[in-house]
C-alpha cells in the first residue's frame, strides 16, 4: 500500500458530536470497487484507540472509519446521564446516523469487536440495505452466556488473586490498588496478552479511567462484574435474521470463550469461524498479521 489520507470529522446525533476518522489508501482511484469498512469498539464506553492496528485493513477501495462513539473519547461526554438514557438503540442510532452522515448508507462492511460486536449483531438483525458483510469479534451473543465464562475465568486465577478480588468486593474498595492490580492479573490473561500493552490499548484504558460513565453503567466496575444495564442482554434468538455474509472469530484465552460465541455459528446462516490460537481478546494486536490476513481474505470474498 502507498501513503493514506486520513480525515476527520464530526457527525450529529440527537444533538450530540460523535468523532470519526476515514483513513483511506491514496491509491483508491486504481480500485475496481468500493468497500468502506467500519469499525465499531468495545466497551461499552471504550475509545476506538486501541482498534488502531486495523488500519492495516487499509486497501486501495477498502477505507477504514473509525470513530468514538458518545460518552467517550473526542466525541460528547455525558457524564450526568442515567441508565435510562445509554442504551443500545441509542448507539444504534448514532451508528445509522454516522453511515448517514458519510454517505455509506448503501454500501459498507462493518467490524465490530466486543460490545462492538453486539452492537454490530443488533444492527445487523435488522437487515439494513447497505450491510454487505460483517465481522463480529470477540464478542458474546448473551451477555448471562458473558458472565458465565466470566466466572469460570476467575476460578482459575491464582489463590490469593482470587482472595483479594473478594475481599475487596465484599468490602467495597474496588478502587484500592490492590484490587486493580489482582483485576490486572484477570487481564493480562484473557484481555490482551501482550506485555507491556500497546500504546493504543493504554490510551483507550486511559480515557476509561477518565470517564467510565458509560462502562460503569452498561457493564459494572470490571469485565468480570458485570452488574450494569447488559447483563442480561442476548442476540440469540434473532441472530436467524442476519442475511449477509459473517467472519466470527476470538482467541483460545479470549473472555469471550467458546461458550460466548456458539450461538452466533449455530444460528447465523452464513457463517465463517477463525481461533487465534496464541491470543485472548485482542488478536488484532496478539497475532496481529494473521488477523489481518484472515479479516482481509474474508472482506476480499466475491462469492
Same mark, same amino acid.
Given at each position: +500500500?502507498?501513503? +493514506?489520507?486520513?480525515?476527520?470529522?464530526? /457527525?450529529?446525533?440527537?444533538? +450530540?458530536?460523535?468523532?470519526?476518522?476515514?483513513? *483511506?489508501? @491514496?491509491?483508491?482511484? %486504481?480500485?475496481?470497487?468500493?468497500?468502506?469498512?467500519?469499525?465499531?469498539?468495545?466497551?461499552?464506553?471504550?475509545?476506538?484507540?486501541?482498534?488502531?492496528?486495523?488500519?492495516?485493513?487499509?486497501?486501495?477501495?477498502?477505507?477504514? =472509519?473509525?470513530?468514538?462513539?458518545?460518552?467517550?473519547?473526542?466525541? !460528547?461526554?455525558?457524564?450526568?446521564?442515567?441508565?435510562? &438514557?445509554?442504551?443500545?438503540?441509542?448507539?444504534?442510532? *448514532? #451508528?445509522?446516523?454516522?453511515?448517514?452522515?458519510?454517505?455509506?448508507?448503501?454500501?459498507?462492511?462493518?467490524?465490530?469487536?466486543?460490545?462492538?460486536?453486539? #452492537?454490530?449483531?443488533?444492527?445487523?438483525?435488522?437487515?439494513?440495505?447497505? #450491510?454487505?458483510?460483517?465481522?463480529? %469479534?470477540?464478542?458474546?451473543?448473551?451477555?448471562?452466556?458473558?458472565?458465565?465464562?466470566?466466572? /469460570?475465568?476467575?476460578?482459575?486465577?491464582?489463590?490469593?488473586?482470587?482472595?483479594?478480588?473478594?475481599?475487596?468486593?465484599? /468490602?467495597?474498595?474496588?478502587?484500592?490498588?490492590?484490587?486493580?492490580?489482582?483485576?490486572?492479573?484477570?487481564?493480562?490473561?484473557? =484481555?490482551?496478552?501482550?506485555?507491556?500493552?500497546?500504546? &493504543?490499548?493504554?490510551?483507550?484504558?486511559?480515557?476509561? &479511567?477518565?470517564?467510565?460513565?458509560?462502562?460503569? !453503567?452498561?457493564?459494572?466496575?470490571?469485565?468480570?462484574? =458485570?452488574?450494569?444495564?447488559?447483563?442480561?442482554?442476548? =442476540?440469540?434468538?434473532?441472530?436467524?435474521?442476519?442475511?449477509?455474509?459473517?467472519?466470527?472469530?476470538?482467541?483460545?484465552?479470549?473472555?469471550? !470463550?467458546?461458550?460466548?460465541?456458539?450461538?452466533?455459528?449455530?444460528?447465523?446462516?452464513?457463517?465463517?469461524?477463525?481461533?487465534?490460537?496464541?491470543?485472548?481478546? +485482542?488478536?488484532?494486536?496478539?497475532?496481529?498479521? &494473521?488477523?489481518?490476513?484472515?479479516?482481509?481474505?474474508?472482506? @476480499?470474498?466475491? @462469492?
Amino acid at each position: +500500500m502507498g501513503t +493514506m489520507k486520513v480525515t476527520a470529522g464530526r /457527525a450529529m446525533h440527537a444533538g +450530540m458530536q460523535t468523532a470519526y476518522w476515514v483513513m *483511506e489508501s @491514496d491509491d483508491d482511484g %486504481a480500485a475496481s470497487g468500493w468497500h468502506p469498512l467500519v469499525v465499531v469498539h468495545g466497551g461499552p464506553g471504550c475509545t476506538h484507540d486501541y482498534l488502531l492496528s486495523l488500519v492495516d485493513l487499509v486497501a486501495p477501495g477498502r477505507p477504514v =472509519v473509525f470513530y468514538d462513539q458518545i460518552g467517550n473519547g473526542q466525541s !460528547t461526554h455525558r457524564p450526568e446521564w442515567s441508565t435510562e &438514557e445509554w442504551t443500545v438503540e441509542f448507539f444504534l442510532g *448514532e #451508528l445509522a446516523a454516522l453511515l448517514d452522515s458519510l454517505g455509506l448508507s448503501h454500501g459498507y462492511d462493518i467490524l465490530g469487536q466486543s460490545w462492538g460486536g453486539m #452492537l454490530a449483531a443488533e444492527h445487523a438483525v435488522r437487515r439494513p440495505s447497505g #450491510l454487505r458483510r460483517l465481522v463480529i %469479534a470477540n464478542s458474546p451473543a448473551s451477555m448471562p452466556r458473558w458472565r458465565r465464562a466470566a466466572e /469460570a475465568l476467575r476460578q482459575e486465577l491464582p489463590d490469593d488473586i482470587r482472595v483479594t478480588l473478594e475481599s475487596h468486593e465484599a /468490602a467495597g474498595t474496588i478502587e484500592s490498588d490492590e484490587y486493580k492490580k489482582a483485576c490486572d492479573v484477570f487481564y493480562a490473561r484473557h =484481555v490482551c496478552r501482550v506485555i507491556p500493552m500497546p500504546p &493504543e490499548v493504554a490510551t483507550t484504558f486511559e480515557w476509561l &479511567e477518565r470517564d467510565p460513565t458509560v462502562y460503569r !453503567t452498561m457493564n459494572g466496575p470490571t469485565e468480570f462484574s =458485570v452488574i450494569g444495564s447488559l447483563r442480561d442482554w442476548s =442476540v440469540e434468538d434473532r441472530l436467524h435474521q442476519v442475511t449477509v455474509p459473517t467472519l466470527i472469530v476470538h482467541g483460545r484465552f479470549d473472555e469471550a !470463550t467458546t461458550d460466548t460465541v456458539a450461538p452466533f455459528l449455530d444460528r447465523i446462516p452464513d457463517v465463517r469461524f477463525h481461533r487465534f490460537e496464541h491470543s485472548s481478546h +485482542m488478536p488484532h494486536w496478539e497475532e496481529r498479521d &494473521e488477523y489481518m490476513r484472515v479479516v482481509s481474505e474474508f472482506l @476480499d470474498r466475491t @462469492d
